[in-house]
């Protein structure tokens, strides 16, 4: 045969240009900065609420500047997922303008 049984064709779709692997290393490594940063901001966030006028100069700044990584990540992901291809019904979409589109509409952008 020629390796087509059934007549089907692949589902396997190589990834378009400036579009990221979902099952890649980066994004897991990505996600897991991710969820770090939300935890760093669940977890001090409500303390430095509580707490802020106690908290010393020094330690004002280098909240701030944490936060500002923290802020950069959340945009930079922003960024990543309408680029971040993604599956449906097994078959990997690498479209930018679907991938966009789809982020747009239900993937997640007004919650994130």
Do not use: C
């Amino acid at each position: 045969g020629d390796g087509k049984e059934g007549g089907g064709e692949s589902k396997v779709v190589e990834t378009g240009p400036r579009v990221l692997n979902p099952d890649s290393r980066f994004r897991w490594v990505w996600q897991t900065m991710m969820q770090m940063a939300v935890m760093y901001n669940v977890l001090t966030v409500p303390v430095r609420m509580a707490y802020w006028e106690a908290v010393t100069d020094d330690d004002h700044a280098v909240f701030d500047g944490v936060d500002v990584v923290v802020d950069v990540m959340y945009i930079v992901d922003i960024l990543l997922k309408s680029r971040m291809g993604f599956t449906v019904r097994g078959v990997l979409i690498t479209d930018p303008a679907v991938i966009v589109r789809t982020y747009m509409l239900y993937g997640g952008f007004w919650r994130d």
